[in-house]
């Protein structure tokens, strides 16, 4: 595959999921392999980490047309794992979340920027405490191949990684900003397979 067509069917996968290369095929991510790692800084001692994981989502690649496919995904909030139940208590209360049942993180593709060979910038809208922000995650195609063994063999499978920043107070989850800082570092580690 020469460069510019490489560079092409990377970018689409990373927005898109998929190592066939076919039209307009629509795949699931594997919610026991993705996962969202957050950071922050917690009164500048120590760095602190959360995860969501089991999350849901739909992958649509257009081969003829990458700019055209597109990513949704939607997580819990209250799948939010801190590994500190109190922690997790205070985000879920009115200083944060004020979380219900229900109560979804969206993210929904917008556009796609090709930075590289395995590389692109995907947009989008993250949805979260109903207020809508664009982000931009920088992202790295790390795999796309038939998945190797087991009752998914020969399913085609990638999987891909993206990080961001965003501004907590932008979804009015600001308390306690700047001491526990406003910024949060995000990583998205991807796994998606063909839809049956």
Excluded: C, K
Aim: proline residues 5%.
């Amino acid at each position: 595959m020469h460069t510019a067509l490489r560079t092409a069917a990377a970018a689409a996968l990373l927005v898109t999921g998929t190592g066939s290369a076919l039209a307009a095929d629509t795949f699931a991510l594997d919610p026991s392999h993705s996962q969202v790692v957050f950071s922050y800084n917690h009164l500048g001692y120590s760095t602190t980490f959360g995860m969501f994981s089991g999350f849901e989502g739909e992958i649509v690649f257009d081969e003829d047309s990458p700019e055209s496919s597109s990513v949704t995904v939607s997580i819990p909030v209250m799948s939010m794992f801190t590994g500190w139940e109190a922690r997790l208590a205070h985000f879920m209360a009115d200083d944060f979340f004020g979380a219900e049942d229900g109560d979804m993180i969206t993210f929904t593709s917008t556009g796609i920027e090709v930075t590289g060979d395995n590389t692109a910038n995907i947009t989008g809208d993250l949805s979260m405490n109903d207020m809508t922000v664009p982000v931009t995650l920088e992202t790295t195609l790390n795999q796309a191949a038939p998945y190797p063994f087991g009752p998914n063999a020969g399913t085609p499978t990638i999987g891909f990684t993206g990080t961001t920043t965003v501004l907590r107070s932008d979804f009015g989850l600001g308390a306690f900003a700047p001491a526990v800082s406003d910024e949060v570092e995000i990583t998205v580690s991807i796994e998606a397979a063909m839809a049956e």
